[in-house]
């Protein structure tokens, strides 16, 4: 199969800046949080599976899954969270390949917050870490979402430690700069994948 690469990083580290820079030379993005969201859908039989267990008020009135809900159940319950996980990732896992065998652009990038964590890091060649320092992290996240710092420090603290994440790195991008740094970093790395590509032929 054609490369596929992972990109991480904790929450504001710029995962989403990186991958539309990606995006717009042409790759293609295959987004773990939109993955993960689809599996639950109305209609699915994921849904209808945790309804079931965790009762009908888990959906909201729209049909959807009340994903806010469903985290403070799971937060709070260690043998909820290893069900849910257990009934999604496989899900999620299956989807994510699907998705990267349909694309057809040079390479493939997986954007995920939890590669690093789950089974999804042995769907890529190569980790990247997208990696600011936290106080980058904590202003872009509280602008992005208007998030106040307490909500964004607990986030922060419930990541894996940026150390530990930057251990697993194949390759980090330094996101403490401007945009147009990043944008640089990401056209050098671009250029590095279509050579592996073109050199693996
Ligand atoms: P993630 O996807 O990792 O949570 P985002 O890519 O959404 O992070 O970045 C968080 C916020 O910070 C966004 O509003 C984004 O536009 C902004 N941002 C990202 N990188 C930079 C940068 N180098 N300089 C200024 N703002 C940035």
Redesign the pocket.
């Known amino acids: 199969m054609a490369l596929v690469v992972g990109i991480t990083?904790?929450?504001?580290?710029?995962?989403?800046?990186?991958t539309?820079r990606f995006e717009n030379r042409g790759i293609t993005v295959v987004d773990a949080d939109r993955v993960a969201r689809v599996v639950v859908e109305p209609g699915s039989p994921a849904l209808q599976k945790i309804a079931q267990h965790f009762g009908a008020d888990i959906l909201q009135t729209d049909g959807y899954l009340d994903r806010a809900a469903l985290r403070q159940r799971v937060f709070s319950n260690d043998a909820d969270r290893q069900w849910l996980e257990q009934l999604t990732h496989p899900l999620i896992g299956m989807e994510i390949l699907a998705q990267v065998e349909r694309s057809e652009s040079p390479y493939t990038l997986l954007s995920s917050?939890l590669l690093l964590d789950t089974s999804q890091k042995a769907l890529v060649d190569y980790v990247v870490v997208?990696d600011?320092p936290e106080a980058?992290q904590l202003a872009?996240?509280m602008?992005?979402d208007a998030n106040d710092e307490a909500q964004v420090k607990r986030i922060m603290a419930a990541q894996m430690p940026r150390k530990d994440r930057l251990a697993l790195a194949d390759t980090i991008i330094d996101?403490?700069?401007?945009?147009e740094?990043?944008d640089e970093k990401v056209e050098a790395l671009h250029r590095d994948f279509l050579h592996r590509v073109n050199s693996q032929d």
Do not use: C
């Open positions: 990083g904790g929450i504001g580290s710029g995962k989403s800046a990186v539309d917050p997208v600011a980058h872009r996240t602008q992005r996101n403490s700069g401007s945009l740094q990043l």
